[in-house]
């Protein structure tokens, strides 16, 4: 039985098949309504009549289905090509934003607490370099209010930013953080080597890169899940939906100074 002829079966409408998506159309108790819906991938497919069905109906092919693996290795080589162009556009277009910005002050920064801080601006825009072995690969870029993105096409992935004292490893999620980490460690003369990951998920992946390393995760779902994913001992503010940043500004530097050196020492000891 084809596809056509099973959505049929199920009282959809199909004129023009359409390939791997979820597809809205008519039906026949509802001709003047797209109350039906179909995903077709050529040997699977997927119907619902939203008005006699509770739950999808899923269609097989009775013919086997031949594997072009020569189409498949073309599509994954065509792929990483545009992926690798995408990389070096991106990793470009950040290395002109870095050279045409000044070291200035922000008001994003200004509204995390560091108004004496200084930042890369251009065109008003905050950008803080993202590097992967130390070659820009890309930007993050940071409106006033805090909104934030990365280049298009850029690489993400393995992406840092580094504070370097030349002392123990503790990762983190936000510039913002990683500058109350640094001046909470300062208050009580703590080196350190800070490493902004930018994300959660990125998080565990700069993990891997280092064998011993703390981590200074935000108190919420996602900083949670990637701190305990990356099984290294993590730090998290007592006050739920907080970062080490709103941590810092409500307590104080040399306060949450001492809760993180307590945390590093209780870490280091358990090592």
């Not at 070291?103 to 993202?130: A, C, Q, R, S």
């Not at 909104?147 to 490893?169: H, I, P, S």
Request: with cysteine; proline share 1%; aromatic share 10%.
């Amino acid at each position: 039985m084809s596809f056509e002829l099973f959505a049929a079966q199920h009282g959809l409408i199909i004129k023009s098949l359409i390939h791997d998506k979820w597809v809205r159309v008519r039906t026949v108790d509802h001709k003047n309504k797209l109350n039906g819906s179909y995903k077709f991938l050529g040997d699977v497919g997927w119907v619902i009549n939203f008005a006699t069905m509770q739950e999808h109906a899923m269609w097989r092919s009775e013919k086997p289905q031949e594997v072009d693996y020569t189409q498949i290795r073309n599509k994954i080589l065509a792929d990483e090509k545009r992926r690798s162009e995408a990389h070096k556009k991106a990793a470009s277009k950040a290395a002109w934003m870095l050279n045409n910005s000044r070291k200035v002050h922000h008001k994003y920064l200004y509204k995390k607490g560091f108004p004496e801080e200084k930042g890369w601006v251009w065109n008003d825009l905050m950008i803080v370099p993202m590097r992967l072995n130390d070659s820009l690969v890309g930007l993050q870029v940071v409106t006033a209010d805090g909104d934030k993105r990365f280049l298009t096409g850029q690489q993400t992935k393995g992406a840092t930013a580094v504070f370097d004292n030349k002392g123990v490893v503790i990762l983190c999620e936000g510039y913002a953080t990683a500058l109350s980490i640094r001046r909470a460690l300062k208050a009580v003369r703590q080196r350190y080597k800070i490493v902004v990951c930018f994300s959660a998920n990125n998080m565990v992946d700069v993990a891997k890169q280092h064998i011993d390393c703390f981590l200074v995760a935000d108190n919420d779902t996602a900083g949670i899940n990637a701190a305990k994913a990356t099984g290294k001992p993590y730090w998290l503010s007592d006050k739920e939906g907080e970062d080490f940043n709103d941590y810092e500004i409500r307590n104080g530097a040399l306060c949450a100074g001492e809760s993180l050196l307590c945390f590093l020492k209780e870490g280091l000891l358990a090592a």
